[in-house]
């Protein structure tokens, strides 16, 4: 009885351990949506800015995961979900390349 207590123990630890994403887990998944490719480098600095270059050159910069939900719909929205291939925030506009080389602007309103 004691071992079975034991496992169910363990066993929840586990899976509350694994049920918890972290920001960094939300970037990295969300890395291989954008790259639509493997990701050859990702790093997160102590500022807390997002690095990610895809194993096709692209490369990505992110300061906030709001920036990232809005590349995500960008990608699914304009780009069919392909991938983006470079991506650029202004104060008005967001400047993107689809990986099919369709180049776009659009305003943040």
Same mark, same amino acid.
């Given at each position: 009885?004691?071992?079975?207590?034991?496992?169910?123990?363990?066993?929840?630890?586990?899976?509350?351990?694994?049920?918890?994403?972290?920001?960094?887990?939300?970037?990295?998944?969300?890395?291989?949506?954008?790259?639509?490719?493997?990701?050859?480098? #990702?790093?997160?600095?102590?500022?807390?800015?997002?690095?990610?270059?895809?194993?096709?050159?692209?490369?990505?910069?992110? #300061?906030?995961?709001?920036?990232?939900?809005?590349?995500?719909?960008?990608?699914?929205? #304009?780009?069919?979900?392909?991938?983006?291939?470079?991506?650029?925030?202004?104060?008005?506009? #967001?400047?993107?390349?689809?990986?099919?080389?369709?180049?776009?602007?659009?305003?943040?309103?």
């Amino acid at each position: 009885m004691k071992k079975f207590g034991l496992i169910a123990l363990g066993f929840a630890a586990l899976v509350t351990g694994c049920a918890q994403n972290t920001k960094q887990d939300n970037f990295r998944e969300a890395s291989f949506e954008l790259c639509n490719t493997e990701v050859e480098i #990702y790093s997160v600095s102590d500022d807390g800015r997002v690095r990610i270059i895809c194993s096709d050159g692209s490369k990505f910069a992110l #300061y906030n995961e709001e920036t990232l939900e809005t590349m995500r719909d960008i990608n699914i929205d #304009y780009c069919d979900g392909e991938g983006l291939g470079k991506f650029n925030e202004s104060r008005k506009y #967001y400047s993107f390349k689809c990986k099919s080389g369709t180049l776009l602007s659009i305003s943040k309103e």
